[in-house]
Nanobody, 124 residues
Framework: QVQLVQSGGGLVQSGGSLRLSCAAS????????MGWFRQAPGKEREFVAA????????YYADSVKGRFTISRDNAKNTVYLQMNSLKPEDTAVYYC?????????????????WGQGTQVTVSS
């Protein structure tokens, strides 16, 4: 069992930056591939970024490539999402997720554990 607790987020102006953190409980964090998803009002949850167990491979949605960076610190059991050059269309609730088996998956069904979600609002 892995519990994920998110922090960060908030309100920022267009062009600004935010960093999201997701801390995992337990000793098996390094055995899990990690991902970030987001869900805007009235829309389905969508893939944002993912990172492999070791951190050696990263994956991004086209909409955030070059602006967002996913990273992890296995010693701290934490995964991060650094978001730069934020746009109003990035406004959503952001979720971190852990997958036991799938690296770089863009499907919510392939993630086993989810964080509680954190609101990111980008004003124009």
């Amino acid at each position: 069992q892995v519990q994920l607790v998110q922090s960060g987020g908030g309100l920022v102006q267009s062009g600004g930056s935010l960093r999201l953190s997701c801390a995992a409980s337990g000793r098996t964090f390094s055995n899990h591939n990690m991902g970030w998803f987001r869900q805007a009002p009235g829309k389905e949850r969508e893939f944002v970024a993912a990172i492999s167990r070791s951190g050696g491979s990263t994956y991004y949605a086209d909409s955030v490539k070059g602006r967002f960076t996913i990273s992890r610190d296995n010693a701290k059991n934490t995964v991060y999402l650094q978001m730069n050059s934020l746009k109003p269309e990035d406004t959503a609730v952001y979720y971190c997720a852990a997958s036991r088996y799938y690296s770089g998956s863009r499907s919510t069904r392939e993630y086993d554990y989810w964080g509680q979600g954190t609101q990111v609002t980008v004003s124009s």
